[in-house]
DNA sequence: CATGAATGAGGTTTCATTCAT
DNA sequence: AATGAATGAAACCTCATTCAT
């Protein structure tokens, strides 16, 4: 290569890929779109991923990733009250809402581009949100366990439903040009929310 | 035409291509796709509408307009206390179910489909979703102003949450083969929610 | 359509690919060779055929099958001496000969273009050769078994041997400028080969 | 290079160059299959052939080679009667045969990848095939000149069809995982085919 | 109104070849 | 000599749209 290594190219793509994605869709996302805006050729591209889907399955996969190591992390069955309860819900907030804060392309990307791709990747984006809503029904469940919840909540359902309001929030956090503030209200609000609907 | 009149043959074409458009996606439904189905010949297609575009617009519209009728139904001045808000909240959401149940195709279009679609009709959506909030911050308003909800709630906030709440109960009901059942458990839920976590 | 017809036209986009593969190979020829050559658009082409694989499958199938008709026509247990198998000979020399005079693309389409195709037609195209040599076989059987000819021969590989002199034959013919006067020449020669030799 | 020097190196691509194209036809075949087969870069190719249609030329080249000195060094003059005429014919049929059991690639390259290529190799091939429809009508002359064959036979057609024969042969051989036995049962075909069917 | 043949802009992808290191 | 990133010509193919009948 020369100036900036190929890991580093490879890396260019990606990022303008991603903004593209973000943007526009797949569908109107072109190749040159990617390779003008670096400033190199389309062949270049092919080098460093074998099609245009390739590159899009990529970035998601990524994606997926960076959203499971945070449900990995936590521990569901940490909290002993409503009051560590709380501070987990919020620090569990502040994790996810920073990963997406950090990179403002990944919700447009996760939550309206990918519903769009092929069977594969649809499926897999399925299976994040089928895993967050289990991951959020443990947390449930184990209040209830120690009965800082109330017994007769409809986990399954409330699992969702926090996961629509997170999702809402999310939403409103990438249209908003000081997220960090809005954040804090967000995580007041569904901690709230959840603590006060359910116990 | 013969047969069934022009009227019923647009009505026909608007049928296929929304059953295209929710199945498929913009660019994945061709006009072939609806000519083929109804088994006319591409060109029949464009007495009816301009273009591509303009049927996809038009679907969209019928759907937005569809449902800014139900909020404009309602009044949320109303309820005068915790049960008659309740029993509103109950009326509300068992129409607005029922009018996705019934067409169960509006619920791709709208949620996925249109978020795809040229700079115009997403504005469109995206004033839909806003409408939906201000018309929910308005309930939160009156239920504050007669005390039976907190004083202290933050209602621009929480009128989103609620909208995705209502969200995810959609995409749940258009995923299960007896949506009607799940309605009952999901208004339960969301009234409960409403009600409990901000009274 | 308008002036031509369809069929006509598809006709023409046949005969000008079956030449530009004669002439020039699968690879070699363009989509736009037909279609420059014919004065239409490339997308016309799209229209009558799949694609490039599609046409030249097309085209070596309609060839397999004029040459088994000729095999199905005739009957190898039909004449009862040598005078009468002579003849039998010479008719089916004929018929064969006539059909590549004819359609002096047939040659080079079936016997080199076709072996680069994809394996489906190469299989085909083998099929047709292993076909010929069967049928050449039961004539060579039927000659042994009325005894006007050798019973030690190896029918096999004569088959083989007789469709190898056929084949240059063809090339033969295929370039010169009078066939039809050489091709006098030609089954004279193959007739005696046969029967001189194996008998 | 290092290890092996650069003419080994030659060599090296030249074989993989030639089982790739025996196998895979002259388009199919891609500087990278070579190169990575070999473990070495694009670059390295290139500094051992100009290009690729000159390596795949260079190929044919030694084939061509190869087989017109097996012509050379035969005499077609050496038989003084049918008995040494027959050895002469078993003696060359081996020679030939050998030469294609040996490289079994050869067949394949010779006799369907060069058919496609440019016009220039393509003619040195039809030259190499009239040289051995010339070198076997000499042989046919001189059976004439002494008596040992037909005075009325079609030298030039008759040596044709003995080169058909004998690349129906080839190809046979070609395909059967025995050739040594099977080239016997072809040497004896042969040349009772054409002693028997000349004179 | 209906038809459907024709169009061609516009995109994706391949791969031989170059050249600076 | 060897490397391999970059190039870009060149091909394939799709499909919305037009328009003459």
Redesign the pocket.
């Known amino acids: ?4 290594g ?1 890991a580093a ?1 490879r890396l260019d793509i990606i990022h303008t890929a991603r903004d593209s994605f973000a943007e526009k869709n797949y ?1 109107e ?5 990617i ?1 003008k805006h670096l ?10 991923f ?5 590159i899009f399955t990529h970035i998601i996969k990524i994606y997926i990733k960076k959203l499971e190591e945070i449900f990995l992390k936590e521990n569901p069955g940490l909290s002993n009250n409503a009051i560590e309860f709380r501070n987990q819900l919020i620090r569990l907030g502040n994790e996810l809402f920073d990963v997406f804060i950090e990179d403002q392309k990944m919700y447009d990307i996760l939550f309206y581009r990918a519903r769009i791709a092929g069977l594969e990747i649809k499926k897999e984006v399925t299976k994040l949100f089928k895993t967050a809503d289990l991951f959020v029904e443990k947390y449930l469940a184990h209040g209830v366990n120690k009965k800082f919840l109330r017994s007769s909540i409809d986990a399954s359902l409330n699992a969702k439903a926090i996961r629509g309001m997170t999702t809402v929030a999310l939403e409103d956090l990438m249209e908003n040009d000081a997220p960090l503030q809005l954040k804090e209200r967000w995580i007041l609000l569904l901690s709230n929310f959840i603590i006060d609907g359910l116990s």
């Open positions: 290569m020369g100036e900036k190929t190219r569908h996302t072109k190749i040159s779109d390779t400033g190199i050729s389309h062949g270049t591209f092919y080098n460093y074998k099609n245009k889907s390739d």
